[in-house]
């Protein structure tokens, strides 16, 4: 959805959507918390919310408390390790410096989280 959404408008695809079978709905990009919770009220089945998406995205409580059943983080998680990189190779660049090196995870680290 792009500028500002008609809330009453996307509650009705939604509603469209959810009558023809849709397992699963999606509003990306609702722009308050009280949108959020319009439209997981106004349908039965799970709404998904879309994190990632600068300045409208909400604690995962707040969500859950809208009626959220699922969030999807799309590329904000590669965005934020691209950043990190970007900002690791700058400091290198810049004052040749290894100090990323402090807050990064090793290698068995790595590991254990795949685990």
């Known amino acids: 959805m792009r500028g500002n959404p008609n809330l009453d408008d996307v509650i009705k695809r939604l509603q469209a959507f959810e009558k023809?079978?849709?397992?699963?709905?999606?509003?990306?990009g609702l722009p308050d918390l009280a949108a959020v919770k319009a439209v997981c009220a106004a349908v039965k089945q799970p709404v998904n919310f879309m994190g990632g998406i600068k300045g409208k995205s909400f604690?995962?409580?707040?969500?859950?408390?809208?009626?959220?059943?699922r969030i999807?983080?799309?590329?904000?998680?590669?965005?934020?390790?691209?950043?990190?990189m970007i900002d690791a190779a700058k400091e290198v660049k810049d004052k040749g410096t290894f100090g990323y090196t402090d807050t990064s995870l090793t290698t068995p680290d790595y590991y254990a989280y795949l685990g």
């Open 59 to 69: 604690p995962v409580a707040d969500l859950a408390a809208a009626g959220v059943r």
């Open 72 to 84: 999807s983080f799309a590329t904000s998680l590669y965005r934020a390790a691209i950043g990190a």
């Open 20 to 28: 023809v079978g849709a397992d699963v709905l999606m509003a990306p």
